[in-house]
């Protein structure tokens, strides 16, 4: 009896402390990403370059997103005590379509690499997609 009761004291302690280091954290680099995007758009047509511009916008987007992704996933985890394979990824793709786009705008892929990154992006969709057609039944 006693056990069970330090074991759910344990249990609500480390669900606040990640509760309000990580979800805070990351909502706050997520509402700095924001701002720092918005401030960076007017600059993307004053660029001596558009390209320049459009490159950091796109970074900062796909940044944002990936991070939008690890609050939900955060959340899902204190809320279900679980993570589900579809939202990792999720992230996954996102990263990879990231750095895919960065290596694109810094012209370092030749035609095989540009290949092999589009194919584990597909990898990974697919995944995902067996992921969400295969995922367990949710007991009610």
Do not use: C, H
């Not at 006693?2 to 909502?27: G, P």
């Not at 996933?73 to 990824?89: A, D, H, S, T």
């Not at 589009?118 to 990898?123: E, K, N, Q």
Request: charged share 20%; net charge positive; proline share 1%.
């Amino acid at each position: 009896m006693a056990q069970d009761l330090l074991l759910s004291l344990y249990r609500r302690a480390t669900r606040l402390v990640f509760n309000l280091v990580v979800v805070v954290a990351l909502l706050i680099g997520l509402f700095v990403g924001v701002v720092r995007t918005f401030s960076e758009l007017g600059l993307t047509v004053t660029e001596p370059t558009v390209r320049l511009g459009l490159k950091d916008l796109v970074t900062n987007v796909l940044s944002l997103v990936i991070v939008l992704e690890l609050v939900r996933v955060f959340v899902e985890y204190f809320e279900f005590e679980r993570v589900r394979l579809e939202v990792l990824l999720e992230i996954g793709v996102a990263l990879a379509l990231r750095e895919l786009l960065l290596n694109l705008f810094a012209e370092k892929l030749s035609g095989l690499d540009l290949f092999l990154w589009t194919l584990g992006i597909l990898a990974l969709v697919a995944g995902r997609t067996l992921a969400v057609r295969f995922s367990p039944r949710r007991s009610a």
